[in-house]
């Protein structure tokens, strides 16, 4: 059966459980977790500190081995893959964003931005990147270095970096957590436009329940186990599940 593209997921996680240490020091940061991300979508993961949510989009990017289960992406299982195709993987199909911006001091907003496509020998798409560039609202800032910007600048240089090689998706953990809130929500509203606007996928864990108000669709993490979900959330309806989730545990 063929999928369209607007239903077919663009990252799976099928029973996916994830094991660091052993013996005494042995910790379950995932327990046979099932979850498929859809193409076009924003997903917001939420949960308690130490629920997991790091290790799952760490394990979806390939930036951590899985313990027994799987992770795809697309129809590529990441366990089959060797260090070289992982690497090459991570590269062209996959954006990630992180919480602390990880730009390199030493380059201009715009040299941050087309890094990944100069390792990996691409050229950038002109228009593709005068786009990207034009929505992450830089301007005169772009030959700036990134000491030289603001966070909420260097982030959306780091979601501009993620974009360019117009991966099949994007992950980004916590990535309003060093930011204010205005700062916080330009950002936000730039990932929420890259999936509304450009039909990039997205995946963004965050504590803040406005923050996953950007998104399409919310899951919920406890203890290493998904244990809700919420599609279309305001502020409110995600405070709400949060609370009930604290009580309950
Ligand atoms: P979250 O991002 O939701 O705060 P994490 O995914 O970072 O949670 O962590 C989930 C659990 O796995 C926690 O108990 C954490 O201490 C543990 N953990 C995470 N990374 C490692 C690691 N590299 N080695 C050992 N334990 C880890
Ligand atoms: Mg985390």
Redesign the pocket.
Same mark, same amino acid.
């Given at each position: 059966m063929q999928l369209s593209p607007a239903t077919a997921a663009v990252a799976t996680a099928a029973g996916l459980t994830k094991i660091?240490?052993s013996d005494d020091?042995r910790?379950v940061?995932l327990d046979a977790v099932s979850v498929e991300f859809r193409r076009e979508q924003f997903t917001a993961i939420m $949960?308690?500190? $130490?629920? &997991?949510?790091?290790?799952?989009m760490h394990c979806m990017a390939g930036l951590d081995t899985v313990s027994h289960g799987s992770a795809r992406i697309g129809s590529t299982e990441l366990g089959t893959l060797k260090d070289k195709e992982l690497t090459r993987l991570r590269r062209e199909r996959i954006g990630f964003v992180f919480q602390a911006f990880n730009l390199l001091p030493t380059l201009t907003a715009l040299e941050n931005i087309t890094l990944p496509l100069s390792i990996a020998g691409r050229s950038a798409d002109r228009s593709w990147l005068e786009h990207i560039v034009a929505t992450v609202g830089l301007g005169a800032r772009l030959d700036h270095r990134p000491n030289q910007l603001s966070g909420g600048q260097q982030q959306r240089v780091a979601v501009a970096r993620a974009l360019a090689a117009r991966p099949e998706i994007v992950f980004a953990d916590e990535p309003t957590g060093n930011l204010d809130s205005r700062a916080g929500a330009e950002v936000l509203g730039l990932l929420r436009g890259s999936v509304r606007e450009l039909g990039h996928s997205v995946v963004m864990?965050t504590h803040d329940p406005l923050a996953a108000s950007y998104a399409d669709r919310v899951v919920f993490?406890a203890d &290493?186990r998904i244990v809700d979900e919420l599609a279309r959330p305001d502020a409110d309806s995600v405070l709400e599940r949060m609370k009930a989730l604290d009580h309950a545990g």
């Open positions: 660091y240490g020091t910790v940061a $949960g308690p500190s $130490g629920s &997991g949510k790091s290790t799952l864990v993490l &290493g």
